[in-house]
């Protein structure tokens, strides 16, 4: 977020970041909220939970004005913030529900950051969402325990994850990943992260997939394309 959004939040009249459904406990709000300081220091940052318990539990980390926790969902409590996470949300919801989400999270003009990882972040996928919308997908792996490109495809935002199947981009995509990846094979003896280079820059140079950004992030295993894509 700080790479991607953080000249957006440099230049906010009120740089105000939501964390939607931050969960059983609050320690990747708190977290976001120091590594987000770095682009601007009068940062603030806001927890929300719909569960009130949560929320009650959340308080004693809570560290006014930068860092607040709130009980809300969807709605974003009224806020009005410049960007909104919302990571493990709407994968507890059914696919119908996700444009209207999208669309209400995005109502005061707010960029959103929604996907999936899993529990200990080695694998996740999120949508950069604008005027509700998606504009790109970024896959995101911690190399060194990656078997295969595809293994992303269980930590797909719910708006992909029940479409992954032949004749779709997203299986498409996902395909040509695995089939670089395993012509990229050799590059394994220098390790995982030049082997997933060497993959990222195949995608690139076969120019079906409109890849963001460089290798700086492809070596942290991070892949970002324009979404929706033309690419099948």
């Known amino acids: 977020m700080t790479h991607a959004l953080g000249g957006t939040l440099a230049a906010a009249p009120d740089p105000l970041v939501v964390d939607l459904g931050f969960g059983a ?60 996470r919302a990571m493990n949300v709407l994968r507890q919801y059914d696919e119908r529900a996700v444009a209207s989400a999208w669309s209400t999270m995005a109502a005061t003009g707010a960029l959103v950051v929604e996907g999936t990882c899993d529990e200990i972040g080695r694998r996740a996928c999120w949508f950069l969402l604008r005027d509700g919308r998606p504009k790109s997908l970024t896959f995101s792996a911690h190399l060194p325990s990656l078997g295969r490109p595809s293994e992303l495809a269980e930590r797909l935002p719910k708006a992909l994850i029940e479409h992954n199947v032949p004749g779709t981009p997203i299986h498409a995509l996902l395909a040509d990943l695995d089939a670089a990846w395993a012509a990229a094979a050799g590059r394994g003896v220098f390790g995982a992260r030049q082997r997933w280079i060497a993959t990222v820059e195949a995608l690139v140079a076969a120019g079906r997939w409109p890849v963001l950004g460089g290798v700086r992030r492809w070596r942290l295993g991070e892949l970002t394309v324009t979404w929706p894509s033309e690419g099948a």
Do not use: N, Q, W
């Open 25 to 84: 406990t609050p320690v990747t709000t708190v977290e976001m909220a120091a590594r987000l300081a770095t682009c601007r220091r009068d940062l603030r940052v806001v927890g929300l939970e719909i569960d009130p318990d949560r929320v009650a539990e959340a308080l004693p980390s809570a560290r006014p004005p930068m860092l607040e926790f709130a009980r809300g969902g969807f709605e974003l409590a009224g806020l009005a913030p410049v960007v909104v």
